[in-house]
């Protein structure tokens, strides 16, 4: 473990004395002060005390901030303003890196599936995970499942009761006469009834055997003006009537994501999650898929992720698609 992550650990023990971590870590009393002016850099505001370095009450929106205290085994790569998370995170773990969440407060040149808008002003939780799991192509879905299983949980402790339209829309919301949002795999707006607060877009390279590294993308709009946003979109803030704290959100959802899909032994648990969440099931849906639309009742998921959906004709499996929740006289 490099010094400034231990001093990050040992901070969350309360005060840490310099002399005491350099013996500790068997290191020099200057690398540990130079491991201080480096999380003071990134905005972690580390204060120098009697008693030692401590931590701040309040940890800032920063790599540093977000790894603090964080139950998972991920390093953080912070950006005040990037083009995109997602085209960051390929290029790290396309150079080896495993287990990276890149983190931006504004994206500029960002996009939703299949080259659609994404609008990710300053202000919401936008985050790449970088990713070379033990896993088959086959497999991937899952971890797209995953992402929405873990925004969802981090909406829902943040005080906000979000529910998952299949595959990855996750939404707040919803009307009694069952209308929802569409969703594009981005936080931009949903259809009719719910809005849509987060979405998800994963890109993979792989062998025929084996994921080479895959990265799901992950964008929420947490503190964003409403005014900012596309119309029937929402944002955490404007739900809750405050601003949600960023730094424990993206924590929260890095850490259920590595509890869903950090080891091959524990994807068994995906599909279950999601389910338990998914607004989806039971519902009258029409898909969008590539060989024309798909109209029936949703009735549940199968690995690795298709929808499946009763129709008139007969049971169909779908894989893949723009989902549609309709009224009971819609399709």
Known sequence: MDTRRAL?????DGPVSGPALADDLGVSRAAVWKAVESLREEG????????????????????????FGLDAPYAVEYHDRIASTNERARELASDGADGVAVVADEQTGSRGRLDREWVAPS????LSLAVRPDAPPARAPLFTLAAAVATADACREAGVDAHIKWP??????????????????DADPGGRGGR??????????GEADRISWIVPGIGVNANVDAEALPAGATSLCEELGEPVDRRRFAATLIERFAALAGTADRMDRILPAWRERASTLGRRVRVDTPNGPVTGTAVDVEPPGA????TDEGVRRVHAGDCEHLRDADG
């Open 168 to 185: 990855n829309d996750v939404l707040v919301g919803e009307s009694e006469s069952g209308d929802d949002g569409e969703g594009d795999g």
């Open 8 to 12: 990050l650990d040992a901070l969350g």
């Open 123 to 126: 202000g919401g939780v936008w």
């Open 307 to 310: 929808l499946v959906i009763e």
């Open 196 to 205: 849509k607060v987060a979405g998800i877009l994963t890109e993979m390279e």
């Open 44 to 67: 972690f505001a580390v204060e120098s005390t009697s008693e030692g370095y401590v931590a701040p009450a309040d940890p800032a929106y920063c790599a540093a901030g977000i790894e």
